[in-house]
């Protein structure tokens, strides 16, 4: 029997973003078992802001933040989610925030997407 197809995690997405990437499946650790290394990876989301181009509408802009969601170690069942906000590139990390519980992450995820969409460069 194949692997079971698990849905992605629901989020709720403001204006002003640009998901770029999403893998992460609404599955528990435990639920994943025989298929952790699948569903637990480093590369699970990316999400950056957006500006509005007038006639061609949102498009991912320079001076933006990026929202990257991955798995660490990857793969790994001892491992947790690690969500990181940085200003343009990785040198640049403004908040990082770790836990297992996927829910919380959501959670973190949804209440920086609304503080950050304004593209304030942080300090």
């Not at 893998?23 to 290394?37: K, V």
């Not at 990390?93 to 996927?102: C, P």
Request: with cysteine; glycine share 8%; charged share 30%.
């Amino acid at each position: 029997m194949g692997k079971r197809v698990y849905p992605p995690m629901r989020f709720a997405v403001p204006t002003g973003w640009a998901v770029l990437k999403n893998g992460w499946t609404d599955i528990s650790p435990e639920e994943a078992a025989e298929h952790f290394h699948i569903y637990h990876t480093e590369d699970l989301l990316w999400i950056c802001n957006a500006g509005y181009v007038a006639g061609e509408g949102y498009q991912v802009v320079n001076g933006a933040y990026n929202i990257d969601l991955g798995w660490y170690p990857d793969g790994h069942p001892k491992g947790m989610f690690r969500l990181v906000l940085y200003w343009d590139d990785w040198d640049n990390v403004v908040k990082e925030y770790k836990s297992k519980d996927r829910f919380k992450v959501r959670d973190k995820l949804e209440k920086w997407l609304v503080k950050y969409a304004d593209r304030t460069p942080p300090k």
